[in-house]
Each structure stands twice: as structure tokens, then as C-alpha cells.
């Protein structure tokens, strides 16, 4: 019996108004699915501790992320096409860590689909209403997110949940997929001492 | 006499109609200061090459942080009030990669002044139309972006461009700031040699 893995719960849920009941909730299923849930509650850092809050509210999640065995990322888009600043930065420093990482987003429809005033351009390519290029690969964000994701396996979870941010049907299949890999894993293991 | 150190290049620029352009100037003040520039020409895939084109540029653009020994990041607002999602991710990767890290912003206001129908809660703090908690510490953007750069030690430089993507003022005092913390890491290592 190995002891239970430790999930960095990353997503802009914390900026909702029912930040912790979407924390517990998540915190619960990760225990069914037999997790531990490290839920970056960004309002815990206690009122009078010394230095600035945001640098605090920063050490803490850094160090749960160091801590954290894997990671399940709320990557639905957050006021713009595109997911939530500090959950990519999360993301992008546990892929350098190396950590195991799953990611949903609420919205099936691909990047190229939300940029507002697209406009194809003669060679075929995409740009916004400012000349800037969108990519067309099909992703549901920037590529560096999807191929991330795809990269360890399972690919960015997409579901039609209108970009509802507290929909947590993506986050249960991002667990059973941890769920399997962690068994897969432990299989590996078990022959490999066999 | 030490090899040159390798900076890589990130930020929206790729998604400009002169990428090209902006890349060769990037390059060309890299050179100016001692660095070299390692720019990620999306557009460098070669056509025909087996694979999906996205994922071949997700990997290249690895392939080249890894090789690199510093970033210099461009965080102008890009598509919303945050920085573009490609770049966050990439500043995540080099901060769990522990390379030294600079970044600039073309918007000077903070986060807050840039979120569109902000308003003020009851308890002082803010939320958008939706109600999603917008951050009050006067950062660029999201904590964990000013903050890693801050703990970096030169902070996110906010330059007031008016978000303008292709302004390199910002670009040249990180240049600056690398160059300094390069020749102070020499005095260093001098020192405990000498």
C-alpha cells in the first residue's frame, strides 16, 4: 500500500465567489478517487503576516506545487479566449518539474471559434480584428497549453459546459485518468520487482 | 572568456504580421549586450514534416528553453487584460526549470484598471460583471506572474506603451538588467576563485 498522491487542484475557481465550496468539493472527490486534494486557497494567508500578501499567497502555492505528486488544471477560458494567467504559469512550472499533469476546459469549441472578429487571410491563415495571427490547429487554447496535455497522454479534456467554470464533469474524468495512470504505474512497478 | 549565454525570446511577437522583423531586432540587441537570442519562429516548421505541425512547435520551442540560459518575456496584455496564455506557460517552464528570468509589460496601469466593468465589493474588494474576484495588489497581471518575476529580483518592468506589442523599450532594460546580473554572477564567481 503506497501512500496517497497529493493533487495541486489548479484553476481560477479560487476567484469565484463559492471559491471553497468548489475546494471542498474538489477536495472530496479527489478522496474517492483516493487523492489527496491541495486546494490553493489564495484568501488562507491569515490578516497582520508580515510582507505583501500576493508574494505570500505565491510562496505558499509554489511550495504545494513542489509538494504536490501531480497536478488536475481548470484550464476553461477566463475573461478572453483564453485560460486564467496563473493557472498557466501552474501549469507550465509543473511540466517543469516534471509532474504528472491532467487539464479540462468547459468549452468544446477550439480557440479559432472564441477569438472575437476572425478573419481568414488570403494565404488561408486566421488573424483578429487587430492583424494578429490565431492558430488553427484544432486546440481549444494556445498550443503550448494542448500539445502540453497531449504530450503526457491524455490530451486537454474538453467539455460543452458553456464555459461554465464550476462545472466539475472534466474534472472527474481528469481524476479517473489520474486514477488509471497512478494503477498503471503501480503495475509497472510490481512487475519491475517481481 | 565565457560562451555567450542564450536568451530565449518569448512572448506574442510570433503572432505579429512582423514576426520576422521583430525577431531579427530581438536578436540583433541580444547580440548588442553579449547574449544570443533564441527567437521561436512558429512559422519555421518545415512544410511537409511528419507530425502535426502544432505539436512539432510545442517541442521545438521546449527543446530551445531548455538550451537557453535565461528568458526574456514580453507580458503586454495580449486578446484580454492578461499576458498571452503561450507566453505564461513558457515563463512557468523556465521558472521550474530555475533559469533567471526577466519580463516586460507595454501597459503600466495594473490589472485591476484593465479589467472591463470592475467593480468594488461591499468588503473592498473587486469583481467583474461575472463576479469573479479581480486581483487588488497593483500588479501587471496575475500574482503569480509579478511575483515570480519579483522574486526573480528586477520585478515585471511596465512600460507605458499603451499595450503596443512590438515596443521594445521594456525589451531593452531586461536586456540590461540579464547583462548585469551576467557580469555580477563573473564578479562572483571571480571572487571564490581568486
Known sequence: MSHPKRVYLAGPDVFLPN??????????????HGFIGLFP?????????PGRVDRLIFEANVAMMH????GIFNLTPFRGPSADAGTVFELGLLAGLRKPLF??????APLLARVDGAVQRPDGGWQDADGWAIEDFGNADNLMIDS???????GLVRIDAGG???DLDGFRMCL???ADAVAAGSRKRARAVG
Request: glycine letters at 8%.
Open 19 to 32: 471559491a471553497v465550496q468548489i475546494g471542498s468539493r474538489k477536495k472530496a472527490l479527489c478522496q474517492e
Open 164 to 166: 461554465k467554470l464550476d
Open 41 to 49: 486557497f489564495d484568501n488562507e494567508v491569515p490578516k497582520g503576516a
Open 103 to 108: 487539464g479540462y476546459t468547459n468549452v468544446a
Open 148 to 154: 502540453c496535455l497531449a504530450r503526457q497522454g491524455c
Open 176 to 178: 479517473r485518468m489520474a
Open 67 to 70: 509538494e504536490a505528486d501531480l
